[in-house]
């Protein structure tokens, strides 16, 4: 069992729950506190986090940008999603869950919000806003490798499957008890139990149907997410195969 941990929150793939369970095995005083959470937040920063520093736990939409500065060496986790289902639900999100002002919907600081009350599905997920974009296209894989709340590629695709495979644990929401037993080993038996938070239900079927075209869109802007999504889900199915299985296989 190990007494630190950094965990990149991958937004909308069942992170939430994820943390709270998480947290629970660090005492509050050693949590670090909330560092950035958007864009805006992170342009502010501009890569200044050594105030942070000297936390045991930290969990947020962070990227490695901040990993490094404030954790590096910690022990690491994530949690992942099927990328073409997280955008899907980032745009559900944004559209019933999130509220926001007359005047929120004319800050740049909502403009993905304020497009997903507006826009269709298919429309959201291949508009080429920059301010959608950060959300739609590769986000996790920039997460682990630099910032999701940055365009720029920082690292390749490698370094992202070696940072996946150096993590001591992480979750895969498509399956939940593969991931949790994963869990009891990696954190001896003291892992807590994971509910189910933040869940955005679907206002109609309309809104989860993406079309041929969009749904070709989506997944040609995701193709480094997918791959690190595959890759993920071939160890976390390794960590809890038995051996005599995999030799089979």
């Known amino acids: ?15 939430t729950s994820v943390v709270g369970a998480l947290s629970q095995l660090f005492p509050p005083a050693r949590r670090g506190p909330r560092i950035e959470n958007d ?27 901040i990993y490094e500065a404030v954790g590096e060496g910690m022990p690491a986790a994530t949690n992942f999603r099927w990328p073409v289902d997280r955008v899907v639900s ?7 869950v999130v509220e926001i002002t007359d005047a929120q919907s004319r800050d740049p600081r909502f403009r993905a919000v ?8 298919d429309d959201f997920v291949t508009c080429d806003d920059p301010a959608v974009v950060l959300h739609t296209y590769d986000h996790h894989c920039r997460q682990l490798t630099g910032s999701g709340w940055s365009p720029v590629y920082e690292q390749d695709l490698a370094t992202a499957r070696d940072m996946i495979d150096r993590m001591v ?3 895969v929401c498509e399956h939940p008890y ?13 892992a807590p139990r994971v509910e189910r938070l933040n869940v955005t239900p679907a206002e109609d079927s309309a809104e989860t149907l993406l079309s041929p075209k969009a749904l070709r869109q989506v997944l040609s802007r995701n193709q480094k997410d997918i791959a690190i999504y595959q890759h993920a889900l071939g160890r976390l199915l390794a960590e809890v195969s038995p051996a005599e299985t995999r030799l089979i296989a």
């Open 1 to 15: 069992m190990f007494d630190r941990l950094f965990f990149f929150h991958n937004p909308k793939a069942g992170g």
């Open 39 to 65: 864009a805006t937040e992170h342009a502010q920063h501009a890569g200044r986090y050594e105030a942070f520093a000297g936390y045991d736990f930290y969990a947020g939409h962070y990227g490695f940008d």
């Open 90 to 96: 980032v745009y559900r999100y944004f559209r019933h």
């Open 114 to 121: 304020s497009l997903a009350k507006r826009l269709s599905l």
């Open 169 to 171: 644990w992480f979750y």
């Open 178 to 190: 593969e991931s949790l037993a994963w869990a009891d080993m990696a954190f001896e038996g003291r």
